[in-house]
């Protein structure tokens, strides 16, 4: 069970992943996850980055296909048309049934495709399950939030300090 949480591969963020993995590991299709791994969560912008790096997946003649639990097709659908991608929206992850749509469009065996995803418990333990390689990437809100929140504590702290210090003075 704990094994089926272990992705085969970790990188930072989607655009960290090499080309020439896919090639190793004989990767001739993927899923990929929407929402904190392309791009933001609800939101549709797309980091020039992770443009460029579609174009190197399709020059190297690797099919995707988004797979998403995204509810809203719009959305889906926007994202993938600008990277000229297959998806599957409100597609329910970690179930099998999301990953065998996810297959038949890429119309490639399982065994040649790699699930690319945020979260654990819905795209590495789905793809683990089906026998599909699995990469996790850091989810990107996270990333830009946390950097953010600490920052911001920090900032509060030195505040708090710097007033306490004054009222300090004041007193004395
Ligand atoms: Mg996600």
Do not use: H
């Amino acid at each position: 069970m704990i094994g089926m949480l272990r992705p085969d591969f970790q990188y930072e963020s989607l655009q960290d992943i090499p080309v020439e993995l896919f090639r190793a590991e004989g990767i001739k299709g993927l899923i990929l996850d929407l929402d904190n791994t392309i791009a933001p969560w609800n939101d549709k912008s797309l980091s020039s980055e992770v443009i460029d790096w579609f174009e190197k997946i399709k020059a190297a003649g690797i099919k995707a296909c988004i797979v998403s639990n995204n509810s809203v097709p719009d959305r889906v659908s926007a994202v993938a048309d600008v990277l000229g991608v297959l998806y599957v929206y409100n597609a329910a992850k970690p179930s099998k049934k999301a990953f065998l749509l996810g297959m038949e469009e890429l119309g490639i065996e399982l065994t040649a495709i790699a699930v690319i995803g945020d979260q654990l418990f819905t795209d590495v333990f789905g793809g683990n399950r089906m026998g599909m390689k699995t990469i996790l990437v850091s989810p990107i809100n996270q990333k830009e939030f946390l950097g953010t929140k600490v920052l911001r504590f920090l900032e509060r702290l030195v505040g708090r300090k710097a007033n306490y210090t004054d009222n300090n003075k004041r007193k004395m």
